[in-house]
Nanobody, 123 residues
């Protein structure tokens, strides 16, 4: 059974940093993983992707200078480090994994999703 469980979301102030975690089952360990977010009334937005070995990473232009995706394969955990958070970053953040992905930024390419964790940034 594949499971992804996000945690770490909370209310922060503008300019703060936050690190999200995604603990996943061992069946996911060699899959490419990604982080997305979704704000109310908006489509799910790609943020970052990384493969198992860390030989590639992809970032959306909107976050590439502030967010970093990492993976600790020994702990079956993916992370999203977010710096200089702004109110526009307020959303539910999801991690996802894919058996085989071509377009890393497309939500439809990912087979497994977590339940999401809420990040709220106040001004």
């Amino acid at each position: 059974q594949v499971r992804l469980v996000e945690s770490g979301g909370r209310l922060v102030q503008a300019g703060d940093s936050l690190k999200l975690s995604c603990v996943h089952s061992e069946t996911v360990f060699n899959m490419p993983m990604a982080w997305f977010r979704q704000a109310p009334g908006r489509p799910r937005e790609f943020l970052a992707a990384r493969n198992y070995g860390g030989t590639f990473e992809y970032y959306s232009d909107s976050v590439k200078d502030r967010f970093t995706i990492t993976r600790d394969n020994a702990r079956n955990t993916a992370y999203l480090q977010m710096n200089n958070l702004q109110p526009a970053d307020t959303a539910v953040y999801y991690c996802a994994a894919s058996r085989q992905v071509k377009d890393h930024s497309a939500a439809s390419e990912y087979d497994f999703w977590g339940q999401g964790t809420q990040v709220t940034v106040s001004s």
